[in-house]
């Protein structure tokens, strides 16, 4: 009888005496300057053509499916911070735009938390270094930080240039050392409110390391390239992506939504912010463009949160 009893007080106990089981893992977070937060990025042609920032689109929908992410591609071909222009830009037929001409207005109009910038790959001209054009590219960084504060962004991302790929010709300096001068400087800037993150230096080592191009005309990434800029910007935030090709990103439902909101915000928003290249185009009424967006942003949300 009390072996019995003794068995029967052991089960009674056992739920206590048994080890917890481990609890489940929390969900990834993403970084508080992109979660819930206005994004807006700017640059030139590499940034309107807008393949790394639609790759971008995709990974943080896609692993941080209970966030909401809220950006805003805002590339201009041709562009510069530093106002320089070379002789003969596009034929003669008008000098490179200069993100100051703009800048006031995409900040007035977008009201951004977080602004990721892309710049360098025009500002020095396809020249040789030169003492000049790396201060007026300092000075334009300089100031289109300072615009942001004073516009209350509170996050701010400058992104290193991509490399110009092409190889040393043996009578001149590769351009791709004024890029690399540019670089070198941004990631010297410090604030508590500032990230450099550095694309140039790890897109050289991965193309040192590989045979194909990154950039068959040297200036702008393929899909290739552009996968490794957002793998690159990505990863300096913590964030992982899995090692899948552009053709499968592509192919996915998800990715496909993100690339198209990504051109119809760059296809609505630029005209309605207004800016100059070649002409200017004066600010136009958003129209139906805010619903459009909702439209596929609700497509969005109903493939990152399906089971």
């Known amino acids: 009888?009390?072996?019995?009893?003794?068995?029967?007080?052991?089960?009674a106990l056992w739920p206590a005496l048994a080890p917890a089981a481990d609890p489940p893992s929390p969900a990834p977070s993403p970084p508080p300057a992109l979660a819930s937060k206005r994004i807006a990025f700017l640059g030139d042609s590499i940034t309107q053509a807008g393949a790394y920032v639609s790759f971008i689109s995709f990974f943080l929908h896609k692993q941080f499916p209970?966030?909401?992410?809220?950006?805003?591609?805002?590339?201009?071909?041709?562009?510069?911070?530093?106002?320089?222009?070379?002789?003969?830009?596009?034929?003669g037929a008008f000098p490179r735009p200069c993100l100051v001409e703009r800048l006031g207005r995409t900040l007035s109009t977008?009201?951004?938390?977080?602004?990721?910038?892309?710049?360098?790959?025009?500002?020095?001209?396809y020249l040789p270094p030169d003492p000049q054009r790396l201060a007026a590219f300092q000075?334009?960084?300089?100031?289109?930080?300072?615009?942001?504060?004073?516009a209350g962004v509170s996050s701010l991302f400058l992104i290193t240039p991509p490399i110009y790929d092409a190889p040393a010709p043996p009578d001149k300096p590769n351009y791709d050392?004024?890029?690399?001068g540019f670089a070198s400087w941004e990631v010297s800037l410090k604030g508590p409110d500032l990230r450099v993150i550095d694309l140039h230096s790890p897109m050289r080592a991965a193309r040192d390391a590989r045979k194909d191009a990154f950039s068959p005309d040297h200036v702008h990434p393929d899909d290739q390239g552009h996968l490794f800029m957002a793998r690159t910007i990505l990863s300096?935030?913590?964030?992982?992506?899995?090692?899948?090709?552009?053709?499968?990103?592509?192919?996915n439902p998800l990715f496909k939504a993100c690339d198209q909101l990504r051109q119809l915000r760059w296809d609505r928003w630029m005209p309605h912010i207004g800016y100059t290249r070649e002409k200017?185009?004066?600010?136009?009424p958003l129209g139906s463009a805010p619903a459009d967006a909702a439209a596929i942003l609700s497509t969005i949300n109903s493939l990152r949160r399906s089971p």
Do not use: W
């Not at 200017?280 to 136009?284: E, I, K, L, M, R």
């Open 1 to 11: 009888m009390l072996s019995r009893r003794l068995l029967l007080l052991c089960l």
């Open 139 to 150: 000075s334009g960084i300089t100031r289109l930080l300072t615009d942001c504060r004073k």
């Open 177 to 180: 050392a004024v890029l690399s």
């Open 110 to 125: 977008i009201k951004p938390d977080t602004v990721f910038a892309c710049y360098g790959m025009n500002d020095g001209i």
């Open 66 to 91: 209970a966030s909401d992410f809220d950006i805003f591609p805002l590339g201009l071909a041709s562009e510069t911070v530093s106002g320089l222009s070379e002789p003969g830009h596009a034929g």
């Open 236 to 251: 300096a935030l913590s964030i992982s992506t899995p090692d899948v090709s552009p053709e499968v990103i592509r192919a």
């Open 280 to 284: 200017t185009f004066p600010p136009q």
